[in-house]
């Protein structure tokens, strides 16, 4: 027998709509992890994710190191085209653990996504397990 995967999200009724443009993307809300050692592509695969389906409304970027080119065209994508846009979508791209935002502070009125690279997760774990 086949299996099939049966979108059991469309029988619930949502209280808050959830835009997606693109039916090859998820349709509902999804957390995604895009793991690979380094130069594998996974960058490349977000970078891709977040330029072809244009769903979000905010988006927050931690990485330790954001002057690397695919990180850089993004900012400077975001930066540039603010002025279209009429907002700030870029919301926050930073190596800085100090600025990755409480839970609660952000904005669930707005579709976010927020990218944490792996290398950065990690050092931001072992700072928490430092401070305790």
Excluded: C, W
């Excluded at 579709?111 to 792996?118: D, W």
């Amino acid at each position: 027998m086949p299996f099939l995967n049966k979108n059991y999200y469309a029988k619930i009724k949502r209280t808050k709509p959830y835009k997606n443009y693109d039916p090859d993307l998820p349709q509902h809300v999804y957390r995604m992890l895009i793991i690979g050692p380094s130069n594998s592509g996974t960058t490349n695969i977000l970078l891709n994710l977040i330029k072809y389906s244009e769903n979000y409304d905010k988006i927050y970027l931690f990485a330790k190191k954001l002057d690397e080119p695919l990180y850089q065209r993004l900012i400077n994508h975001f930066r540039d085209n603010e002025s279209e846009y009429h907002e700030r979508i870029l919301e926050i791209a930073s190596s800085n653990i100090s600025d990755v935002p409480p839970a609660d502070a952000i904005d669930e009125t707005f579709q976010n996504l927020i990218i944490f690279v792996i290398l950065y997760l990690l050092y931001l774990i072992k700072s928490i397990l430092k401070e305790k």
